[in-house]
């Protein structure tokens, strides 16, 4: 998937700035999709000159100038065209895995604390994306969000990066715990 396949989804949104692009990425997409702030303006300008996003000037007083982006039909064309493609399947590159899987002859003090860290980050991440389903929710139950919701995409993106993280947390508390174990039998 392309960079610009996300920047269309996130468009659906509505209009916005590449800052507010790049915030958003991070409490949306973030739990499926990583860019840089860099890499995001780089694309917008590509997406722009190639005619699927247009831009529009707005004056600020204080503050710089910002350009505030919208979908256009070329572009909402492209996200129809994307979405009827089939998706390659995922595949996990994680660096903790490979020193997971090199623990026996590695620092396993360093691995017991890569993996405490990415459960704490995993904990935070499911904090905020429960606070984001809260809010979605806005008090309602889930069944009659999903049928008054004039979009559901963002939700059920959302519920699969809380499974994610959950998963997460779970696998790490279940290495944590062999790692512990296995550090006591050998000492």
Not at 13 to 41: I, R
Not at 90 to 110: F, H, N, P, T
Not at 126 to 144: K, N, S
Request: charged share 30%.
């Amino acid at each position: 998937m392309a960079l610009r396949n996300a920047v269309l989804a996130a468009l659906l949104e509505g209009e916005a700035s590449g800052y507010d692009l790049a915030k958003g990425f991070d409490a949306s997409v973030a739990n499926f999709w990583m860019a840089t702030p860099q890499q995001l303006y780089r694309e917008l300008d590509r997406m722009e000159s190639d005619g699927l996003i247009e831009a529009r000037v707005v004056q600020q007083e204080r503050r710089p100038n910002k350009r505030l982006f919208s979908l256009t039909d070329a572009g909402y064309a492209a996200l129809r065209s994307f979405t009827a493609e089939p998706p390659r399947p995922s595949a996990i590159r994680d660096e903790l895995l490979i020193k997971v899987q090199a623990v026996d002859a590695g620092d396993a003090d360093a691995v017991r604390a890569s993996i405490a860290e990415r459960l704490e980050w995993a904990r935070a991440k499911l904090a905020r994306y429960d606070r984001l389903r809260a809010r979605l929710l806005d008090g309602r139950a889930e069944d009659d969000f999903l049928a008054s919701a004039e979009r559901v995409g963002p939700y059920l993106t959302l519920m699969r990066g809380r499974a994610f993280e959950q998963e997460n947390i779970r696998w790490a508390e279940q290495a944590l715990a062999v790692l512990e174990r296995r550090a006591h039998h050998f000492t």
